[in-house]
C-alpha cells in the first residue's frame, strides 16, 4: 500500500532524511518511532505530499506520488501533530469544506460525520466556530475529517497529542478497526506504549538514517534483550541506554526539599 | 535593558544579518529604500520649489502644505499604533509566556511601547525625512535644520505611539467587548472621524481659493496661522517653519516636543498598570464560545465551499469587514470630489477638461484598486496560517487553488472598479468613446492588479505573521505596489495617443478614420496581451513559490 524508495531530504547542510525505504502492506499499522528531531515528522510530511523530497520515490497504492500526486493525496488521510484549522468556521463547515475537497458523497457525508462526531462528544459543538474548541476537541475534530473519508492510507503524526484518556482509548480503538477493515496506518509517536499495543511493525529512525524496522521479536532479537518492552529496546538502540541509569539514580536518590527551592 | 527585548532584537539580527553578516537580501532593501528616498527628495524639491517661486502666496502655501504634512504624519501613526496596539499588548502569542514571568508591568510596556513605535513608525520617519528635509534645501535653512528635523520627526512619531497604545489601553478596558479584536472597528471609526475633523479643521479648499474670503488680508491671516495649535504636529511644524523663515527657534516649543512624549509614556504606563490584565483576560475569551451558527447542508462542490470559506472568514472577522466602513467613506469621498469639480470655471472646453479628468481617473481608480489589492488580497494566501497545510494534502492542485482564489475576488474588485469609474463618467457628464475607454482599460487594469496582487502575496506569503496586516509593510507588499503602479502608468501612457484621437474626433464630429481604428484596435489588444501575460506569470510565480513559504 505504502512503498517507500531511497528517499533523502536535506535543510542546507543538515541531512534530515537519510535513504530511508520500507514497505508498509494493506491492513497493517506501522509505528515511526525515533528521538526528537531524527526525521520522522519530515519523512511523514514527505509521504502527505508537503514536502518534496530531495531523492527517492513514494509509491502509494502502486501510484507515485511525484507523478500522479492528487490521486495518491485522494487516497491518503493526514492528521498533523498540530490541528490546523479555520478558526472562523464552525465545526460542521469545516467538515464540509473538507468532505468537498476531496469530493466526498452527499450520503456517505452524513452518516460518517453523525458517526464520528457522536463517538468525539462534538455534536452539541458542531456549529461552533473552532475558536472555542479547546486543543483536545481541535484534535478530534481533525481526526473526524479525516476518518469519515474512509481512505486506504492514514498517516498520522502524533495522535493522542491532547487527548484526553477516554478519546485516546477510543481512537486506538478505531485505529485496530480500521487496520482490520483493510485500511494502512503509518503513524509517528513518542509513545511507546502506543507503539507497542497498536503496531504491527516498528520502525526507528535516528538522525535521519532507519535503524532497524521489523516487528517486536525483530527490534528485541536486534537489541539483545529478548524480554524487554519497547521502552528498554528503544534506548538501546537510539544508544540512550545510560539514561536509564540517570533515571535509576534519580529514584534512589530525590532531590531534597532544600535544594529545589534556590 | 530588561530582557524582554531580546527576542526583538535577535529576530532584527537574524533577518537582517543572518550569520553575522549583512545578507544579499538587506543589501537588495537598502538599495531600494535608498533608492525611494532620493525620489521623495526630489519631487519634493521640485513641487516645493514650484510653489516656493510663485509669489508670497506660494511661500505660505507652502508652508501650510508643511504644517499639514505633519498633521497627517501625526494622524496616520496614532491610527496604524492603535491598530498594532490591540495586536501587540492584547493579542501577542507571547504575552502567555511574558506575563506568566515575573518581569513587571513597567518592563512590558516598556517593550511594548519601543517595538510598536519602531514598528509602526520607521517608515514614516525615514520617508518624511527627505520630504521635510527638501523644505531646508529650499529656504536654505543650512544643516541645523536638519539637526532639528531628525528630532522633532522622532518625538512625533514617539507622541502618537504612546497616545495610540494609551488610548488601545483604555479602550479595551472601556469596551466590554468579548471580541477585542472587534475594538479594531472603533479604532477604524474612531480614525475616519479624526480624520474627517482634521480636514475640516485644515479646511484645505479654501486655500487653493482665496476668492472666497472677504478680502485678501484675511486670507493670508487664514495662512498664516496654525490651524490646531493645541496639537503636537502643529509644535513641530511652527518649530521648523520659524527656523525655515528666519533661523529663529522657538525653546517652548522645542520644550513641549522634548516632554510631551514623556508624558505621554508614563501616562500609558500608569493605563498599563491599571487596565493591561482585565483586558488581557477578556481578549483569551472566544467569540464563537457560547454562539451557535445555522447549519447548511452539504453538497459536494469544492469551488462552492471554497467560496462560502473565504466569505465566512471575512465576514467574521471583524478586523476584515469593519475596514468595508472606510472603503465606503472612501469611495463616498472620492465620488463628491467629481461631483463639485468647477469645470465650467476653466478656460478651456468643459467636455475637454471632462474627458481628461476622466482619462486620469483610470490611473485613480486604478491606484485604489492597487491599495485595496494591498490590504485584502495580498495577504489572502499568507492569511490561511498553518491551515494552508490542509490544502496542500488535499487532492486539489495549487494552480485550481489560485483559481478559486481569484474568481472570489474578482466580482467584487470588478463592481467596484466599474462602479467608481462609472459613476465619476456620470458625474463628469461624459459622453462618447471616452466613457467605453475608461471602462474597459480601468476594468483591464483592476484584473491584472488583482492577479499581481495574489501572486506577489504568494510569493511572500507569511503563513506565521500573528497579524497579516503587519505584512503590508513587507518587502514583497512594497515590491506589489511599485510594480501594479508601474503598470497602471505604463498602461495609461500606452493607450494616452489612441484615446486622445477617438476622443478629438467624436468631439469634432468626424468619422473614426482607419488609422484611428487600427490604433486603437492594436493599442487595446496590446494592452489585454500585457495583461494578460503579467497577470499568467504573476499567478504562476506564486503557485510555484507558495508551497516553499509553508515550511
Avoid at chain 1, 231 to 254: H, Q, R, S
Amino acid at each position: 500500500m505504502l512503498k517507500i524508495e531511497n528517499l533523502s531530504k536535506r535543510f542546507g547542510h543538515h541531512l534530515a532524511v537519510d535513504n530511508i525505504s520500507l514497505t508498509v502492506q494493506q491492513g497493517e499499522i506501522y509505528g515511526f518511532l525515533g528521538p526528537n528531531g531524527a526525521g520522522k515528522t519530515t519523512t511523514i510530511k514527505m509521504i502527505a505530499g508537503l514536502l518534496q523530497p530531495d531523492q527517492g520515490a513514494i509509491f502509494i497504492n502502486g501510484a507515485s506520488l511525484a507523478e500522479q500526486p492528487l490521486l495518491c493525496k485522494q487516497q491518503t488521510g493526514y492528521v498533523p501533530d498540530r490541528p490546523w484549522l479555520y478558526e472562523k468556521l464552525t465545526g460542521m463547515e469545516f467538515l464540509q469544506f473538507i468532505a468537498s475537497l476531496y469530493g466526498v458523497a452527499q450520503e456517505r457525508f452524513r452518516t460518517a460525520v453523525t458517526h464520528y462526531l457522536t463517538l468525539f462528544d462534538l455534536l452539541d459543538w458542531q456549529d461552533h466556530l473552532i475558536e472555542s474548541y479547546s486543543h483536545g476537541m481541535r484534535q478530534k475534530l481533525i481526526m473526524a475529517s479525516v476518518l469519515m473519508q474512509d481512505q486506504p492510507l492514514l498517516v498520522i503524526d502524533e495522535p493522542m497529542v491532547g487527548l484526553d484518556p477516554k478519546s485516546a482509548r477510543l481512537v486506538k480503538e478505531i485505529f485496530k478497526q480500521k487496520a482490520r477493515a483493510g485500511t494502512t496506518i503509518f503513524l509517528s509517536t513518542h509513545s511507546l506504549e502506543i507503539a507497542e499495543e497498536l503496531c504491527h511493525r516498528i520502525g526507528i529512525i535516528i538522525e535521519g538514517r532507519l535503524r532497524i524496522s521489523g516487528s517486536m521479536e525483530t527490534l528485541r532479537a536486534e537489541a539483545g534483550r529478548h524480554d524487554s518492552g519497547l521502552e528498554d529496546i528503544f534506548l538501546e538502540l537510539t544508544g540512550a541506554w545510560e539514561l536509564k541509569e540517570v533515571i535509576a539514580a534519580l529514584k534512589a536518590n530525590p532531590a531534597k526539599p532544600s535544594e529545589k527551592q534556590p | 535593558m530588561t530582557p524582554l527585548f531580546q527576542p526583538f532584537l535577535c529576530g532584527l539580527r537574524n533577518r537582517f544579518f543572518p550569520g553575522g553578516r549583512i545578507s544579499s537580501r538587506t543589501l537588495l532593501i537598502l538599495a531600494f529604500g535608498a533608492l525611494l528616498f532620493a525620489a521623495l527628495y526630489l519631487v519634493s524639491l521640485k513641487t516645493i520649489f514650484y510653489f516656493h517661486s510663485q509669489n508670497e502666496l506660494g511661500v505660505i502655501l507652502s508652508l501650510k502644505i508643511f504644517e499639514m504634512a505633519w498633521m497627517i504624519v501625526f494622524t496616520m501613526l496614532i491610527f496604524s499604533s492603535m491598530v498594532s496596539g490591540v495586536s501587540a499588548v492584547f493579542l501577542s502569542h507571547d504575552n502567555e509566556i511574558i506575563f506568566a514571568s515575573p518581569a513587571s508591568l513597567s518592563e512590558l510596556y516598556l517593550m511594548r511601547y519601543l517595538t510598536t513605535t519602531f514598528y509602526t513608525s520607521w517608515m514614516m520617519v525615514i520617508f518624511s525625512l527627505p520630504v521635510f528635509g527638501a523644505y531646508g534645501k529650499i529656504f536654505e535653512a543650512g544643516p541645523i535644520y536638519l539637526l532639528i528635523l531628525l528630532p522633532a520627526v522622532i518625538a512625533i512619531a514617539a507622541i502618537a505611539s504612546g497616545v495610540g497604545l494609551a488610548v488601545t489601553i483604555i479602550l479595551v478596558r472601556l469596551f466590554p467587548a468579548r471580541r477585542t479584536k472587534d475594538i479594531v472597528v472603533y479604532l477604524s471609526l474612531l480614525f475616519g472621524i479624526l480624520l474627517y475633523f482634521v480636514i475640516r479643521l485644515l479646511r484645505p479648499e479654501e486655500l487653493a481659493d482665496p476668492e472666497r474670503f472677504p478680502d485678501f488680508i484675511e486670507y493670508l491671516s487664514r495662512m498664516s496661522t496654525p490651524a490646531t495649535p493645541l496639537l503636537p504636529p502643529s509644535w513641530a511644524a511652527d518649530l521648523l517653519t520659524g527656523f525655515l523663515q528666519d533661523h529663529s527657534f522657538d525653546w517652548l516649543l522645542a520644550a513641549l516636543l522634548l516632554l510631551t512624549p514623556m508624558v505621554v509614556y508614563f501616562a500609558g504606563e500608569w493605563a498599563m498598570s491599571r487596565m493591561f490584565f482585565s483586558g488581557f483576560s477578556k481578549a483569551q475569551e472566544s467569540f464563537g464560545g457560547s454562539r451557535r451558527f445555522q447549519p447548511r447542508s452539504y453538497r459536494p462542490s469544492p469551488m462552492l465551499w471554497f467560496f462560502r470559506k473565504e466569505l465566512k472568514m471575512f465576514i467574521r472577522d471583524s478586523s476584515q469587514w469593519s475596514q468595508l466602513f472606510l472603503i465606503g467613506a472612501l469611495v463616498v469621498v472620492y465620488l463628491y470630489n467629481f461631483k463639485v469639480l468647477p469645470l465650467e470655471r476653466s478656460p478651456i472646453p468643459a467636455d475637454a477638461v471632462a474627458n481628461i479628468i476622466a482619462y486620469a481617473n483610470i490611473g485613480l481608480t486604478g491606484f485604489i484598486v492597487a491599495s485595496l489589492c494591498a490590504r485584502f488580497v495580498y495577504p489572502a494566501i499568507g492569511a490561511e496560517g498553518s491551515a494552508f497545510g490542509l490544502i496542500l494534502t488535499a487532492p486539489l492542485s495549487l494552480r485550481r487553488y489560485m483559481l478559486y482564489k481569484y474568481l472570489f475576488y474578482l466580482i467584487p474588485f470588478t463592481v467596484l472598479a466599474a462602479t467608481l469609474l462609472a459613476a465619476s463618467n456620470h458625474l463628469l457628464r461624459i459622453t462618447g468613446p471616452m466613457w467605453w475607454i475608461s471602462l474597459v482599460t480601468g476594468l483591464i487594469i483592476t484584473w491584472t492588479v488583482l492577479a499581481m496582487a495574489l501572486g506577489f502575496g504568494s510569493m511572500y506569503a507569511n503563513f506565521k505573521a500573528e497579524n497579516q496586516a503587519a505584512v503590508l509593510g513587507g518587502f514583497g507588499a512594497i515590491l506589489f505596489l511599485f510594480t501594479a503602479i508601474s503598470f497602471e502608468l505604463l498602461t495609461i501612457l500606452a493607450a494616452g495617443i489612441p484615446a486622445y484621437r477617438l476622443v478629438r474626433s467624436w468631439r469634432w464630429g468626424l468619422h473614426f478614420s482607419n488609422p484611428i481604428m487600427v490604433q486603437t484596435v492594436g493599442t487595446l489588444l496590446l494592452i489585454v496581451l500585457a495583461g494578460g501575460l503579467i497577470s499568467l506569470i504573476s499567478l504562476r510565480k506564486g503557485v510555484e513559490k507558495m508551497a516553499d513559504n509553508f515550511h
